[in-house]
């Protein structure tokens, strides 16, 4: 069997099971539900399989030890959901009954974009299928670890160059060691089985994420109560994206799965804020949490998520009351500590006229660098966003407005101003505007935000326009 079939395998494996613990959380059998489970159920089962390498790289288990370690966890796990299957009770008003009830002129153009959507996904996953690790950020960064692994047998250590230099040592090193580890385990897991390092191979499981962000965006936009259609063109709106083509076709880099499992986090909040679903409440957590071990952005994604749990619990003035309290504090300890704050056991916190950092997310100079009309021309003006960043501004103005549900409403509200201010704030003010200037990390620092933009417009649309469907 050649190197991708395996591949294909491997992977069919982890969605097979992720889909499984999936349904047990999100029970049903409506299109919607199916969606969800099939989309949201990919992603779990790469967290599960990733996390299990982990701790078995952390107990300094052999990998070819650890995947079959890895396999046997996702068997049970897959296995222990089967029986919890179960129906949520609800009456079938799914695609069948609107493609039924509807009339021609939508049925055909819910053929037309879900032939567009099909289209782009065929073409990315066939380059994807020919196409070896491309020699950008993915071949520097992130598959060495990998390879490293999977040659070695054994979770070889990286750290910094004055380490792996020094004489005796079993370190590794390359120049952003300290990245997060999913996207390496993930190519590692993939790597085993075929028995050897293929460049084409690890790049396979970018185009399973992609038809199944897609399958989730047509499940969730479902679940807000549109039609098969909506929910369709939903699909096309990130498909049709040129940035999202480019890293689906030139597999290897993580900004795709940062994309992915932060808009879906987004938009398991916003149904759990809306209808107190607890199985999307599940999907929440896991994914918000999960962010972080994606890329290190993913940081800042989480703190953007937090707010929207608040908004179920709390009123909003007592959600206001409370953020305003968090930043008097803040403040506080800022200006007594002169705007270098330690604290034990987290690291140093900088916020002064000239400079502001955080762990993780690391430390800059601030302050306006000037590159507004650029950025401007890059989202609205240049191809690389087709459409996306005019439907997201124009759907956020035209629904803007709600009425009746205001509690709900503020939730896509505090999603999208996280989802495109931290970004602004990044560029706009700090050293990070050089990749501006030079259209290097603009696109992928949005490409982040484009799932999550889509569900909240999505989200807002609903509370002035919700019908159940």
Not at 1 to 9: F, G, P, Y
Not at 20 to 26: D, E, G, L, T
Not at 201 to 213: D, F, I, K, S
Not at 217 to 239: D, H, I
Request: charged share 10%; glycine share 10%.
């Amino acid at each position: 069997m050649s190197d991708r079939w395996l591949a294909l395998l491997s992977i069919a494996f982890v969605w097979g099971a992720g889909y499984a613990v999936a349904r047990a959380i999100v029970p049903g059998d409506s299109d919607r539900r199916l969606s969800i489970q099939a989309g949201y159920g990919y992603f779990v089962g790469w967290l599960v399989t990733a996390g299990v390498l982990w701790l078995a790289a952390a107990w300094h288990v052999p990998v070819r030890m650890a995947v079959a370690i890895t396999a046997v966890v996702l068997a049970g796990a897959g296995a222990l959901a089967w029986t919890r299957w179960r129906s949520d009770g609800r009456p079938d008003t799914g695609f069948r009954a609107w493609w039924g009830a509807g009339k021609w002129p939508l049925r055909l153009a819910f053929c037309v974009f879900l032939s567009l959507v099909s289209l782009h996904v065929l073409m990315y996953g066939v380059e994807a299928w020919y196409r070896p690790l491309y020699a950008w950020d993915a071949w520097m960064h992130w598959a060495p670890k990998a390879r490293v692994w999977t040659e070695l047998n054994e979770f070889a250590q990286f750290g910094p160059r004055d380490i792996a230099a020094a004489a005796n040592s079993a370190v590794y090193t390359i120049r952003n060691w300290d990245y997060p580890t999913f996207i390496p385990l993930v190519q590692t897991w993939i790597s085993v089985p075929v028995g050897r390092w293929n460049d084409i191979v690890v790049g396979l499981p970018w185009p399973g994420a992609l038809v199944a962000l897609l399958l989730a965006v047509y499940g969730q936009v479902r679940e807000m109560g549109f039609s098969p259609l909506a929910g369709v063109v939903a699909a096309w709106m990130l498909a049709s994206l040129p940035i999202v083509g480019v890293h689906t076709a030139l597999a290897g880099y993580a900004d795709l799965w940062m994309a992915a499992i932060y808009g879906l986090a987004v938009a398991a909040a916003l149904k759990w804020v809306r209808d107190g679903d607890s199985g999307q409440l599940v999907f929440a957590i896991v994914f918000t949490l999960a962010c972080p071990w994606v890329k290190v952005p993913g940081l800042a994604w989480l703190l953007t998520l937090l707010p929207v749990f608040l908004v179920r619990l709390v009123s909003p003035a007592r959600l206001v009351a409370t953020c305003g309290a968090i930043l008097v504090l803040v403040s506080l300890a800022m200006v007594l500590s002169g705007g270098d704050l330690t604290v034990p056991g987290v690291g140093r916190f900088v916020l002064n006229a000239r400079h502001v950092g955080m762990p993780v997310l690391g430390y800059y100079t601030w302050g306006w660098q000037g590159v507004g009309k650029a950025l401007a021309s890059q989202m609205f003006l240049w191809p690389d966003w087709h459409l996306g960043a005019w439907l997201v501004v124009s759907s956020l103005a035209i629904f803007g407005v709600t009425g009746g549900e205001s509690r709900k409403d503020l939730a896509p509200w505090l999603l999208a101003s996280g989802a495109v201010g931290f970004p602004l704030l990044v560029f706009l003010f700090t050293e990070r505007s050089a990749g501006v200037v030079h259209a290097q990390t603009t696109y992928r620092a949005f490409l982040h935000a484009a799932p999550a933009l889509v569900f909240a417009s999505m989200a807002l649309a609903a509370g002035r326009l919700r019908r159940p469907q």
